[in-house]
């Protein structure tokens, strides 16, 4: 049985060979799906290359949309992510437009990524993004979490070592 990742990896593929059957793709079109098999990757390297490639795209002006929602699937909910990947994939979904779906797959992993013990670029970035959250979602994202235990994190977070985790902490409030 396939992995997910290499079921999205070979679906992605398929794609891509369909597409250039066709006649009717682009050199950019064929560049954007191999980005977005490098973020459904689960490779370390590889999604860092694709998400670095979906930034320049969104820096380019160009249609994102496919990679943020595949970020937010494959990248932001998972917590076995590296660092370097989780704050490239926050970048993203900080700079881009993200449909109501992506900000209801991420809520479970912001949640997560407040927790103490996660890196501090990452927790720093997950506080980052609460402001951003539409309201009916942190309102889910505050609501759904046991006791209070978000509003603990983040008054943790503003008791923190790292300057840069207290700073988001205000930040945030």
């Known amino acids: ?11 992605v593929t398929t794609t891509i060979q369909n597409a250039l059957k066709s006649g009717q ?34 820096a380019a002006g160009r249609d994102v949309g496919l990679h943020v929602s595949a970020t937010c699937q494959h990248i932001l909910v998972s917590p076995n992510t590296t660092p370097t990947v989780k704050r490239l994939a926050y970048d993203l979904a900080r700079s881009a437009s993200l449909t109501d779906a992506d900000w209801a797959r ?7 990524d407040l927790a103490k013990g ?4 990452v927790r720093t970035r997950a506080m980052k993004m609460l402001p951003l959250f539409p309201p009916h979602h942190l309102a889910d994202l505050l609501l759904r979490n046991d006791d209070g235990a978000l509003f603990q994190r983040v008054v943790l977070a503003i008791r923190s070592v790292s300057d840069a985790v207290r700073v988001a902490a205000i930040e945030c409030l």
């Open 106 to 112: 991420i809520v479970g992993g912001v949640r997560g």
């Open 1 to 11: 049985m396939q992995s997910k990742s290499k079921q999205a990896a070979t679906s």
């Open 25 to 58: 793709t682009t050199i950019t079109d064929v560049q954007s799906m191999a980005l977005l098999n490098d973020i459904q990757s689960g490779d370390s390297a590889r999604q860092v290359e694709g998400l670095t490639g979906a930034l320049a795209l969104l």
């Open 118 to 121: 996660t890196h501090v670029d």
